[in-house]
């Protein structure tokens, strides 16, 4: 089993920045990809950034030039630092794993996140 463990939303003014941290622990294989995704009310939850299998990254076309993912392989570690934020930009934040040996998909708790105008 896999527990992610989020930190760092919070409220912020429109321009502002945030950081989020997502740590892994337990039965971690080799393989997996982990990243974020964010959730707002009445749509469907959507990926903001993540560490593919092979390592490189992938970002939702909304926060290209703004956020940036990275991550602490030693800590099994992911961070989302957020820059230049939107009030569209305000959701709850997940941090995701998907572990390639067994095809599972494990959430984090999620993190809110908001953008004042």
């Known amino acids: 089993q896999v527990q992610l463990v989020e930190s760092g939303g919070g409220l912020v003014q429109t321009g502002g920045s945030l950081r989020l941290s997502c740590a892994a622990s337990?039965?971690?294989?080799?393989?997996?990809?982990m990243g974020w995704y964010r959730e707002t009310p009445g749509k469907q939850r959507e990926l903001v950034a993540e560490f593919t299998r092979g390592g490189s990254t992938n970002y939702a076309d909304f926060v290209k030039g703004r956020f940036t993912i990275s991550r602490d392989n030693a800590k099994n570690t992911v961070y989302l630092q957020m820059n230049s934020l939107k009030p569209e930009d305000t959701a709850v934040y997940y941090c995701h794993l998907f572990d390639y040996s067994d095809y599972m998909n494990y959430w984090g708790q999620g993190t809110q996140v908001t953008v004042s105008s």
């Open positions: 337990g039965r971690l294989f080799s393989t997996y990809k």
